[in-house]
């Protein structure tokens, strides 16, 4: 014990004489492999308790020992046979490993991320029959309040206003609201209205979730005021406002595949060129 809290404090202090030695010190075996101190030099966080310390470099002691242990059985149980396939996976993995992390790099150097409103339309355009709702879309805006608000009727009128200008100004009544949305330009899905306006569920839906309609529902404690403005039923064709963001993505990705097709391609014609790589018939 006394040893390993001398280590301990090796680790902690970084100034034990083990770490000015040119011959690493070694502080656990497992066959022919060694744990040194300098792989454990940097894994306790400052500030750390003795106590806390002593668990964490114990743990990582333990489990970097299970963990040899443990490959070294599976070496000589497995058959050689299903080490060769578990070597070639780890060749392969590797491989993609060092290619993926090239063609990233050089994709997110090379690739323009802007995608212009025209590109978006373009590709809806000639698209949008693959894209159709999953649930129905909605339009709308609506205020919650409190039942019995003093200002209830005024803030009725003006949400309810043909005005849009008229509108604008219940924004500054927005103290007096539980919650609210005003923006009816913006598709949203069903899913969000059964979760801002409970009272309307997938039973009674049809009754409220309609184009143009404008209600109020009140209960004991909330006051609703709603104006559905447009839906979009689900198995239509999505809205590109909707899609747009989704859009974006699918550009932006057919640019990075095309490029690395044409990194591949152009890697071999070189290759072929500087006679690195020959195909024998």
């Known amino acids: ?44 966080p400052k500030g750390t308790s003795i106590k ?3 668990v964490i ?16 059985k599976a070496e000589l149980n497995l058959s050689s046979d299903k080490l060769n396939t578990l070597d070639e996976l780890i060749k392969q993995y590797k491989a993609d490993l060092y290619t993926n992390a090239y063609l990233e790099q050089l994709v997110n150097q090379e690739v323009d991320s802007i995608v212009t409103t025209e590109q978006i339309n373009d590709y809806y355009a000639s698209n949008k029959q693959k894209f159709t709702n999953s649930s129905e879309l909605i339009k709308l805006r609506y205020v919650n309040l409190q039942t019995g608000n003093p200002k209830e009727s005024k803030i009725k009128d003006i949400f309810f206003a043909s005005s849009s200008s008229k509108r604008q100004t219940l924004r500054n009544s927005s103290e007096n609201f539980i919650d609210y949305a005003l923006n009816d330009s913006v598709w949203v899905d069903v899913s969000q209205v059964f979760e801002k306006l409970p009272f309307i569920n997938l039973d009674n839906k049809s009754k409220y979730i309609k184009p143009g309609n404008s209600f109020t529902f009140k209960d004991s404690l909330h006051t609703w005021f709603v104006k559905i403005k447009d839906v979009s039923a689900k198995n239509e064709i999505t809205p590109l406002q ?13 640019k990075k595949n095309t490029l690395i097709k044409e990194v591949e391609q152009e890697i071999k014609n070189n290759a072929i060129k500087n006679k690195d790589y020959e195909l024998y018939k």
Request: aromatic fraction near 12%.
């Open 57 to 72: 470099v114990n743990d990582f002691i333990n489990r970097w020992a299970s963990k040899k242990l443990l490959i070294e």
């Open 1 to 44: 014990m006394k040893q390993f809290y001398l280590l301990l404090m090796c680790v902690l202090t970084a100034s034990c004489s083990w770490f000015s030695s040119e011959a690493p010190q070694a502080i656990a075996r497992v066959g022919d492999a060694y744990l040194y101190n300098s792989d454990i030099v940097n894994l306790v």
């Open 242 to 254: 909707y899609l747009a963001p989704t859009l974006n993505k699918i550009i932006i990705n057919h």
């Open 52 to 54: 806390d310390s002593t």
